[in-house]
């Protein structure tokens, strides 16, 4: 419990800072990853999503159920 109104506000001001600080991070992390990607030339398939294909079906398919007509 918080012994004042005020106080119980600042300890909201103090996370409310530090979550906005953890995020700002991240997102940094995110915007340098995301240049260097796109900073590139050449893809691999597991870059473009294409490494669960399998003779063009999506591997995560049953080959001999319902997907596939």
Same mark, same amino acid.
């Given at each position: 419990?918080?012994?004042?109104?005020?106080?119980?506000? /600042?300890?909201?001001?103090?996370?409310?800072? +530090?979550?906005?600080?953890?995020?700002?991070? +991240?997102?940094?992390?995110?915007?340098?990853?995301?240049? /260097?990607?796109?900073?590139?030339?050449?893809?691999?398939?597991?870059?473009?999503?294409?490494?669960?294909?399998?003779?063009?079906?999506?591997?995560?398919?049953?080959?001999?159920?319902?997907?596939?007509?």
């Amino acid at each position: 419990t918080y012994p004042t109104r005020e106080s119980l506000i /600042a300890y909201h001001g103090i996370e409310t800072a +530090q979550l906005a600080e953890c995020q700002v991070a +991240q997102l940094e992390d995110w915007d340098t990853k995301y240049n /260097a990607y796109q900073q590139r030339q050449v893809f691999s398939e597991a870059d473009l999503g294409f490494d669960d294909y399998e003779h063009g079906i999506p591997s995560h398919m049953d080959p001999g159920g319902s997907s596939q007509s």
